[in-house]
């Protein structure tokens, strides 16, 4: 189908685009690469009156590579980290996350700060964000504020973004030298959305071990019993299942069904062996 | 209405659109150029796909207004362009089109993967058509005529970008 009649604004400043967001009479709907809300609204099952499109703006399109952190401007393509076009924080782990997003001629136009924003539960940048440790810079009415990916996700679809504000950035601390990172997709075709997804970061030098499961049902989960067991090195598979198991089992509001649950103790089994191996 | 001024396979245009029109309606319905195809107008079918600004997109995906001061390369284009002779060849030799839908979109994908050096094996190619559907399930003929293409190209010219 085709998508409704829209008016459509390109504002010039970060502080114009909030401005236009924070006053419109109208839905307003900020755009980005479009990949998600334009399949929406081609669907009708979005019909905003007002599309205010931040794809140019310069603020959002710059990326500072600091001591201890990368931050990526919200209109980052995947296509960019992908192709290492932009600092990476995270040892080839988000590189190799983009490759697999959606296809090629999405990853041109998607952004990460797109992707956080709408927070589709299968999404990649959600869960890897959450298990990077990231933080999520949002540039509102009345300021900025910075919260952790982990806690920026609420639900399916659901996040802290209030409705005058804009992602602005992402800041993801670098991983040590000695970092390691796992990353298991399972879905039925490259490039789509996953039906499991797990994301492990072990950076002892840090102190930091993280296992995340996306596509879970709700906000990407961390798996906490199964990061301690992480920590601890090399197990034996059966207690790692089981802790994933368990895992999986304390999170009751996710409802997962045996074939899901399943999946999801496959692919972090999978990813954690990467990172134990 | 939004007014635009953007390069359609090399020649300046300008034109008055609705926000909501997608680049595809405004190459097929303004630009009369209909080697464009929508298939499913969501983004999965990727038959829609032309370079902007040198990059593969969806342009059912694409607002025309968001291509305001833009290059846009659609299958009509490509004059010149050697990767894109050598695989209309290879296309043609193979038979690797049956009804022709999602040809133009397989030519231009095809390109980028040679292009970006993504082509180097089945496996590879299969992998990076995966948002491009055919089906008359030719996928067989249209693997090879690119593993062919990119063959080709990278003895031509083994430095190629």
Not at chain 1, 39 to 66: C, F, H, K, Q, Y
Not at chain 2, 6 to 25: C, F, Q, T
Request: net charge neutral.
């Amino acid at each position: 189908m085709k998508a409704p009649a829209v008016d459509y604004m390109r504002p010039r400043t970060l502080t114009e685009a909030v401005d236009l967001l924070a006053h419109a009479s109208v839905e307003a709907r900020v755009i980005a690469g479009g990949q998600s809300l334009l399949a929406m609204m081609n669907l009708r099952l979005a019909s905003p009156g007002l599309l205010i499109d931040i794809a140019r703006l310069p603020e959002l399109l710059t990326v500072a590579d600091d001591a201890d952190a990368v931050t990526l401007g919200a209109c980052v393509t995947h296509a960019a980290i992908e192709d290492g076009r932009v600092a990476d924080p995270s040892h080839g782990l988000m590189p190799r996350i983009a490759a697999t997003l959606g296809y090629r001629a999405i990853r041109t136009r998607g952004t990460i700060g797109g992707s956080l924003a709408l927070s589709d539960p299968a999404a990649e940048w959600p869960a890897v964000l959450a298990a990077l440790d990231a933080e999520v810079i949002l540039y509102g009415s009345s300021g900025r504020r910075s919260l952790k990916c982990s806690e920026f996700t609420t639900g399916i679809f659901q996040t802290k973004l209030a409705d005058n504000e804009i992602i602005e950035r992402a800041r993801v601390p670098k991983l040590s030298a000695d970092a390691r990172c796992g990353y298991v997709k399972l879905c039925r075709k490259s490039g789509e959305f996953a039906d499991a997804l797990a994301v492990v970061v072990a950076d002892p030098r840090r102190g930091y071990w993280r296992v995340v499961c996306g596509a879970a049902n709700g906000a990407p989960l961390v798996l906490g019993d199964t990061s301690r067991l992480v920590v601890e090195g090399p197990r034996d598979p059966d207690a790692l299942r089981s802790a994933i198991g368990s895992d999986l089992d304390h999170a009751s509001d996710r409802h997962f069904d045996d074939f899901h649950r399943n999946l999801h103790i496959v692919a972090a089994m999978r990813a954690v062996q990467q990172v134990l191996a | 209405m939004t007014a635009i001024r953007v390069r359609i396979n090399g020649s300046e245009v300008a034109d008055d659109l609705p926000p909501r029109l997608s680049l595809a309606d405004f190459l097929r319905e303004r630009r009369n150029l209909t080697g464009t195809h929508l298939g499913c107008e969501h983004g999965v079918c990727g038959a829609c796909t032309v370079l902007v600004d040198g990059e593969p997109v969806r342009s059912c995906l694409t607002l025309a207004v968001a291509c305001d001061e833009r290059a846009v390369e659609t299958i009509e284009g490509f004059g010149g362009d050697p990767v894109m002779a050598a695989l209309r060849r290879t296309f043609h030799q193979n038979h690797a089109l049956q009804c022709g839908f999602c040809t133009p979109a397989m030519l231009i994908t095809a390109r980028d993967l040679i292009l970006r050096r993504r082509a180097g094996s089945e496996g590879e190619i299969r992998d990076g058509l995966a948002g491009n559907l055919c089906r008359c399930t030719g996928y067989t003929n249209i693997v090879t005529a690119i593993a062919e293409a990119a063959k080709e190209i990278g003895k031509e010219a083994p430095n190629a970008q």
